[in-house]
Structure formats: structure tokens, C-alpha cells
């Protein structure tokens, strides 16, 4: 399966520590995105990558949210000092960067903060 | 700023009866608009999607959306339910600006009764 994979699938952290979160898109697509998903809600966009450039990361939740994508090929999500309204699922997806492009979503990673 | 309204939390439906998600878009202008499916344990799967080139728009596994500016609507439409239809499915607009980021609604909850 070529598609989008995250890992890991689920993490339970104790409040106050550190997380991350891996991506890995599609080969070719340039671009990388970050949602997050609670319970009984749509994903809200979090970040977006155009290759190894974060264009856009007005939208993370607060200063520690952070993430990187190196060399254009993976990337990573950080949560530092967890807290517990943190707990959500996180999802990554990838596209060409065509206009009106369509997204291909990995399954998620699930975080449970203790 | 572009937005959907999912008029419907939960739809039950019996196999092989009709379909009907609702939703609703605001924009200032015409919006590209995406219906896209949640499976449980899988990511997000484009349904399909409008672009302004026909108001009628077929996707995949026998769903249709119409986009009816007048209405501001673009419901989803399926002839006959089958059980592998259930699934949580949003309604989706892309936001105007270089991120082209997706703004999801938050979502109808699926469930085909046998």
C-alpha cells in the first residue's frame, strides 16, 4: 500500500510530557497538511508544507504545536507540555498541489492525554 | 470566510432505500465544494467533488451531489443504501488563499439498517 501512513497509531501520554507525530505522504505529492479531529467534529487544519516550506501555521493551536518536514519527504508533529484538552485524533494528508486537488488522508494518529 | 452547515447529525437509513446528507455552504463566491467519507479505522475518502463545471456531480460507489447555488446547498444523494455505506461523511469547502486549506463540516453519521 503506497498511501498515506502515520505513525504511530495511537499514543497515551501523561499530562506535561512531550509527543510526536510521524508522516509519510505519497511519494511524488508536494504537499503536506496537518488536521486535527475531536470527538463528533470535521478535521480542522492545523499546518500545511509546499515541499520542505511550512507556508502556513497560523492555524496551530498554540506555541507548542510545532512542526517539520526536513527534506520534503516526511514530516512531524510535535505537542510540547501535553495537556489533556490536546487529546484528539491527528491526521495527515498529501496532494500534488494541483488547484482543487484532491487529498489523499492517512488513518490517523490517536492521542489520549492522561 | 467560506463555511458548511451539515444539517443533520445522524441519518438512518434501511438497505436499499434512498440516501439523503444534507449540507450548506457560505461563500462569497462560487466555492469548490467536496464530499468526503470516514470509514472507522481508515482515512478520509473523496466521495467527490464540484469545480463549477457541472452542477451535477457523480462519485464514487453510486453517490451524486448537486450544487444548487439558489439554495447555497450541496446535498448528497444515493439511490439505494447498501450496508457498507455507513460511515461518517463530511461535507467540505476549500478556502480561498494560498493554503487552499479544507474546512470541514462537522460531519453526518451514516447508519444502514439491514
Known amino acids: 500500500d503506497t498511501g498515506v501512513s502515520q505513525n504511530p497509531r495511537h499514543k497515551i501520554t501523561k499530562r506535561g510530557q512531550n509527543v510526536t507525530f510521524r508522516c509519510d505522504p505519497i511519494?511524488?505529492?508536494?504537499?503536506l497538511y496537518w488536521y486535527r479531529q475531536t470527538l463528533g467534529q470535521g478535521p480542522e487544519f492545523l499546518t500545511y508544507f509546499q515541499n520542505e516550506a511550512q507556508l502556513e501555521k497560523s492555524r496551530l493551536l498554540s506555541d507548542r504545536f510545532s512542526a517539520e518536514r526536513p527534506k520534503g519527504s516526511f514530516s512531524t508533529l510535535e505537542i510540547q507540555r501535553t495537556e489533556q484538552g490536546d487529546s484528539a485524533m491527528y491526521l495527515c494528508?498529501?496532494?500534488?498541489?494541483?488547484?482543487?486537488?484532491?487529498?489523499?488522508f492517512g488513518s490517523g494518529t490517536q492521542l489520549s492525554v492522561l | 470566510a467560506q463555511s458548511v452547515t451539515q444539517l443533520d447529525s445522524h441519518v438512518s437509513v434501511s438497505e436499499g432505500t434512498p440516501v439523503l446528507l444534507r449540507c450548506n455552504y457560505s461563500s462569497s463566491y462560487s466555492p469548490s465544494l467536496f464530499w468526503y467519507v470516514q470509514h472507522p479505522n481508515k482515512g478520509l475518502q473523496l466521495l467527490l467533488k464540484?469545480?463549477?463545471?457541472?452542477?451535477l456531480v457523480k462519485g464514487i460507489n453510486g453517490f451524486e451531489a448537486e450544487f444548487k447555488k439558489s439554495e447555497t446547498s450541496f446535498h448528497l444523494t444515493k439511490p439505494s443504501a447498501h450496508m457498507s455505506d455507513a460511515a461518517e461523511y463530511f461535507c467540505?469547502?476549500?478556502?480561498?488563499?494560498?493554503?487552499?486549506?479544507?474546512?470541514f463540516g462537522s460531519g453526518t453519521q451514516l447508519t444502514v439498517l439491514p
Open positions: 464540484y469545480t463549477s463545471a457541472a452542477t
Open positions: 467540505v469547502v476549500i478556502e480561498a488563499g494560498s493554503a487552499r486549506q479544507l474546512t
Open positions: 511519494s511524488e505529492h508536494n504537499r
Open positions: 494528508a498529501s496532494s500534488l498541489g494541483t488547484v482543487n486537488e484532491k487529498l489523499f
